[in-house]
């Protein structure tokens, strides 16, 4: 093999927690399948997670279910009010206890072999238990995981020393609903999904920079005055955010609309938040790895309960048709050559007033995953 061409190794790479002296995280642990693993337990199973929308758990045995990398969980609103959270695996033999979304009356039913529990994940009832010598129905409660929310957007946690989210976020709140007033009165709306060829950190890499607006998003560009684009950095989280001009060739919208503005809300490791302009509800951007190479994106609208305006049904067919597949085909690509015998790291664009361009949310992000995995790289 011609030497020139041969992958660098680890002690080449440049990545640097100062923004303005960084390189990007090297291309290896875009593609490494053994990375992906430690990165579950080291990441995403120790983590604030989103699970959906308070407006699915309003009643008493509403439930909501959702696969972590491989861990299935539930959440479900409790006969106290309260929620509660589990691990979605019936103790007798790790069949799955729900599916989807739902209401369980009064007991969720295993429906392999009828073990029961109540909303409280406690083992209520389990066929021939009484002839098994030394059963104990208290020895196979589900295991609970942790439960919280931000304005209404119900997230779990599994690590049992994890903390609530106001002390790992401070101010995301607070800021989330300067705009967005009622967030919790929401309901969904629609979906955009799409499955992506590439790894779940290149998903965010392109979520947190402006750097490529100009040049890939057109419309984009024409929606939002770049001129006036802030990006904000905070410890677990980022903001992004511009005034936007109604009259642009993404979509139309009212002018005369208090909301002008498009932003941008992320939160460590996986979601972010986004309004578009003309809109008055909120969705959610999440992407969820799916293997080494591959993420699964969601696109969440959540509108107030009045029926859709033609700026919501607008905005939703612009990310729909427009600005995702644009995203998709430009991190598919940079998938691809991540593989390049030509390619190790690439630099970090992070300029000293932090313009609007520049890639300091891009490196936040980075740092956060390098800091995490220290031990892994």
Request: with cysteine; aromatic share 12%.
């Amino acid at each position: 093999m011609n030497k020139q061409f041969e992958r660098p190794d680890k002690s080449l790479d440049q990545f640097d927690p100062n923004a303005e002296q960084s390189f990007t995280m090297p291309a290896r642990i875009y593609c490494d399948p053994d990375f992906l693993e430690q990165e579950k337990r080291q990441v995403f199973w120790k983590s604030w997670i989103y699970a959906g929308h308070i407006s699915a758990l309003r009643e008493p045995g509403d439930y909501i279910t959702l696969d972590l990398t491989g861990q299935r969980l539930f959440v479900i609103r409790q006969a106290d009010g309260e929620l509660g959270g589990f691990f979605n695996v019936c103790q007798h033999r790790g069949h799955s206890l729900l599916k989807g979304s739902g209401k369980a009356h009064r007991l969720i039913v295993c429906p392999y072999h009828g073990w029961s529990y109540d909303q409280t994940g406690k083992l209520i009832a389990a066929n021939n238990c009484d002839q098994v010598a030394q059963f104990r129905r208290e020895d196979f409660s589900l295991p609970s995981i942790h439960v919280d929310q931000i304005a209404g957007f119900v997230f779990v946690n599994l690590d049992p020393q994890a903390k609530p989210m106001r002390e790992v976020y401070p101010g995301a709140e607070d800021k989330l609903r300067e705009f967005c007033l009622k967030p919790e009165t929401l309901i969904a709306d629609e979906n955009v999904d799409f499955d992506i060829k590439g790894n779940w950190k290149n998903v965010g890499d392109n979520l947190l920079e402006c750097y490529h607006c100009s040049t890939a998003h057109k419309a984009f560009v024409d929606l939002v005055d770049m001129n006036t684009y802030k990006v904000e950095t905070h410890r677990y989280w980022s903001i992004q955010y511009g005034t936007c001009r109604p009259n642009n060739t993404a979509y139309a919208y009212d002018g005369d609309h208090e909301r002008q503005t498009f932003v941008t809300l992320y939160l460590w490791p996986n979601m972010s938040f986004t309004q578009f302009p003309g809109t008055k509800g909120l969705s959610v951007f999440a992407f969820y790895p799916t293997g080494a190479e591959d993420t699964h994106q969601i696109f969440a609208y959540h509108r107030p309960q009045s029926e859709p305006t033609s700026a919501e049904k607008a905005a939703l067919k612009y990310f729909a048709d427009v600005l995702g597949p644009e995203d998709v085909d430009l991190v598919e690509d940079v998938q691809k050559g991540l593989h390049s015998l030509g390619y190790h790291q690439g630099r970090i664009m992070v300029d000293a007033k932090r313009s609007e361009i520049s890639e300091h949310a891009l490196h936040h992000f980075q740092n956060l995953v390098m800091s995490e995995m220290t031990e892994f790289i």
